[in-house]
């Protein structure tokens, strides 16, 4: 059965995340975290972050539970910030806004980071597939339907 998701609708999936994720510093700090930095200092240079909004991120990450606040030397007071598997779980998301950017956005030189995929060696050319046939996923070939958690908006 197909739904009309047309009209508003409570509790959606895309807006709940925006929620935590949504904010130009928060996806960045997790680039940085997949690209396998881990330190505040290196952090806050290499993004050029105001160290206040560089820590209340990381604070709202690892109470989402998207980064684990690790002791990192025999100070209690340094740490390293390193990605859960819900974190690891956003790669995906990354490397889509990634590939939008090269592609619709470029740089006269091409892009400042690829891929190279440790399995074959080759630069990735990553792609949304389909689990069950293996086809890519495409905006033109899927058919938003109401799922169990749909709860359609008061009018």
Known sequence: MI???THRFEGESVGRALELVGERWTLLILREAFFGVQRFGQLARNLNIPRPTLSSRLRTLVEAGLLDRV??????????YR???AGHDLFGAIVVLMQWGDRHLPLPDGPPIVLRHNGCGEIADPRLVCAHCEQEITARNVTPEAGPGFCAAPE
């Open 71 to 80: 002791p990192y030397s025999q100070d209690p007071a340094r740490h390293e």
């Open 83 to 85: 990605l859960t598997e």
């Open 3 to 5: 739904s009309d998701l």
